[in-house]
């Protein structure tokens, strides 16, 4: 199962998995002042059930999502809001917005660690530069990647995250593998719905996701053209430090 499909399969669950932690997560607010302060319109890669778009469009601001997943978008389309938001589905890889350009245009909760390759990220960033105004400005957020993690070939399934859907409790399990000669992390998931009597339903998902290097992300940015690249460690725009869980990057 390719990543693409898992987020098919698993559209249903994401907005009850992750409504507990994104109200932990700093990450909505950030790109939520960062769209005031670079104005409109505004273009959200991965843009999934609109977790961080549609606070952005509740502004008054006018916003873009392109989305590879239909399901996601199906998610998307049901919330309050949502028909202020234009939604294209599309891979960031190769998007084409016509004549669109924008003053922002963001990739929110590692969306961006989803492009496996070097050709796949370098053509995102492509289209990111031929969608943004004059000035405009692009950010993303991928994991800061411990090394003590990244050094195991794999881990064992552990009990990840527990939430409630439609009523039903849910537990979702997850173990890994890594392929540190391309970078990759190959994430199992298996989510196990609990359904009354009956045997619980189980749904097994697998996805990669591409860990970066702080100065990779540099170099990465600059050889794609951008002139002006700014890598914080976290939400709150602190500088990148031994425990930074994140990289969020700015560039222009
Ligand atoms: C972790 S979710 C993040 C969703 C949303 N940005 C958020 O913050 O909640 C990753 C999203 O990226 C989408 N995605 C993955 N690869 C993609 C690609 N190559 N092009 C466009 N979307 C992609 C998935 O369908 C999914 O909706």
């Known amino acids: 199962m390719s990543t693409t499909e898992s987020y098919e399969y698993t559209a249903r669950y994401y907005d009850a998995a992750y ?14 002042n ?12 991965g843009c999934g059930t609109g977790r961080a778009l549609l ?6 601001i006018a916003c873009t999502g392109v989305d590879l997943s ?3 978008l199906a998610q998307f389309r049901r919330k309050p809001g949502a028909a202020a938001v234009t939604l294209a ?14 003053r922002l245009i963001f990739s ?3 969306a961006f660690q989803h492009l496996d390759t070097v050709e796949q990220q370098l053509a995102c960033l492509a289209r990111v530069r031929a969608h943004l105004a004059p000035g405009g400005r692009f950010a993303f957020d991928v994991f800061n990647p411990r090394l003590e993690r990244m050094a ?5 399934e552990t009990l990840d995250l527990s939430f409630t859907h439609e009523g039903r409790s849910v537990k979702r399990y997850v173990s890994a593998t890594r392929d540190r000669v391309n970078q990759l992390i190959r994430i ?11 045997p619980a339903r189980e749904s097994i998902v697998h996805l990669s996701m591409r860990w970066f290097w702080r100065f990779e992300l540099e170099h990465l940015l600059h050889r794609a053209g951008f002139t002006e690249v700014t890598i914080h460690g976290d939400f709150d725009r602190s500088p990148v430090g031994r425990t930074s869980p994140a990289f969020v990057v700015l560039a222009r």
């Open 19 to 32: 409504g507990e932690l994104s109200a932990q997560r700093a990450d909505r607010a950030f790109y939520e």
């Open 34 to 45: 960062l769209a005031v302060e670079c104005g409109g319109p505004v273009l959200e890669l």
């Open 55 to 60: 606070p952005i469009a509740a502004r008054g």
């Open 70 to 72: 239909p399901a996601m």
């Open 89 to 102: 589905c599309g891979r960031m890889e190769s998007f084409d917005l016509g004549a669109a350009r924008f």
């Open 108 to 110: 929110a909760f590692r």
């Open 152 to 156: 195991l070939d794999s881990e064992p």
């Open 188 to 198: 199992t998931m298996r989510y196990v719905e609990e359904t009354g009597p009956g």
